[in-house]
């Protein structure tokens, strides 16, 4: 999905960079790199380094960085809105209603990022300092030991077995329980299938009210 | 032979099983395996100088080694032992990453891509850069 829009605006200086977080490698990214036909750098993060360096806990996630290197929006979801949430379990089918705001939110997303390749900090996409600053969630001593119990559980599950690892992963979990990735790797490491299967559903319904992908600050000027 | 995760990579480490709770690394190995070098002013690296506690410096330092695991615990950074495997996994201090996030200056890393090359985000500099996360799952 990324490819068209770096073939409309990528010759304005315009680059995206994919990291899936994938701790089970290139194994299980290729078939979807290979389907998207990239031409931009597509790179694999089996540690979940760039989850921990800038805070993201889910996918998919976007962070925008200018010329200089300067983070002008925060992590925040990269199009994807909690329209999936009315899906029915069964047959995967969502209504109409949201289909339609869920392609909308996408939209906007996208159109957003085609005016900050134009316009770079002048784009009214481009957040300022404080409104970059209050998008952080900087991470607290728990998040902290959340990634050191992940990673602990990553190395001992390809170093010793699933056992060893769940402790880790369970610990991650429970110190970081707004980190989707820690949930959703885990699962996807036991058994594919379970990434998306009861349990996560019944995580997703135990939010309540809580957003999913909370929505993004849009324009205002 | 122990295990020490730290700074993303993994290495192998002399396993300490007579005290739990330390992990004492050979000074001459210390820079290679994290970063930290022991000089007259304190334990370096790159521009920054840490002092040792007076008065506590043998929980640290002793004729050729450095406890590596007291010394995170006194930076702040989250230390854990797995026992059975003898794996030590030293984490970032939350400070750590809440500073670099809050100077908003994005932080480097280098990724390989399907082929191995590896690609720095600093190789994309003077590029606007759409930094996406996705996953198979």
């Given amino acids: 999905m990324w490819q068209r829009l770096y073939e409309e605006v990528g010759a304005l200086g315009f680059v995206p960079i994919t990291v899936a977080f994938d701790s089970a490698g290139v194994a299980a990214a290729r078939p979807w790199i290979e389907s998207a036909k990239s031409t931009y750098p597509s790179l694999i993060d089996t540690g979940h ?10 996918v998919p996630i976007g962070v925008w ?5 300067r983070i002008v929006r925060p992590p925040e979801s990269a199009g994807a809105s909690d329209g999936f949430r009315e899906m029915d379990q069964k047959t995967f089918k969502m209504p109409e209603e949201a289909m339609a705001s869920s392609r909308a939110a996408k939209r906007a997303y996208i159109e957003g ?12 996409w481009a957040l300022s300092e404080s409104e970059v600053l209050r998008g952080f969630q900087p991470p607290s001593n728990e998040h902290a030991l959340a990634a050191t119990n992940f990673a602990m559980g990553l190395h001992l599950f390809a170093q010793v077995n699933a056992a060893a690892a769940q402790p880790y992963f369970a610990e991650a979990q429970h ?36 957003p999913y992908y909370a929505p993004i600050e849009m324009p205002t000027r | 032979m122990a295990t020490l995760l730290i700074n993303n990579q993994s290495h192998p480490v002399p396993s300490s099983a007579e005290r739990p709770d ?12 994290t970063g930290w070098t022991l000089k007259p002013e304190g334990v ?3 521009e920054v100088c840490v002092p040792l506690p007076h008065g506590r410096e043998a929980e640290f330092v ?17 230390v854990l032992h797995d026992h059975p495997s003898q794996s030590w996994a030293i984490g970032e201090a939350a ?13 480097d890393f280098t990724l390989p891509d399907m082929a191995g090359v590896e690609h720095s985000l600093s190789d994309y500099r003077g590029r606007k850069v759409f930094l996406v996360s996705w996953a198979s799952w």
């Fill in chain 1, 49 to 58: 380094l760039v989850a921990e360096l800038y805070g993201m806990v889910n």
């Fill in chain 1, 65 to 69: 960085i200018n010329e200089q290197g």
């Fill in chain 1, 113 to 124: 990022l085609k005016d900050w390749a134009r316009r770079g900090d002048e784009s009214p």
């Fill in chain 1, 175 to 210: 110190l970081h329980p707004e980190n989707w990735s820690y949930k959703r790797q885990a699962w996807a490491l036991d058994d594919p299938a379970k990434a998306g299967g009861p349990e996560f559903w019944s995580a997703v319904e135990a939010l309540g009210d809580k």
């Fill in chain 2, 22 to 33: 330390a992990l004492w690394l050979k000074t001459v190995t210390l820079e290679a395996t």
């Fill in chain 2, 44 to 46: 370096c690296r790159d």
């Fill in chain 2, 62 to 78: 002793n004729s050729d080694s450095f406890n590596i695991a007291a010394f995170a615990r006194y930076m702040g950074q989250p």
């Fill in chain 2, 95 to 107: 400070e750590s990453r809440a500073s670099a996030l809050r100077s908003l200056h994005a932080p």
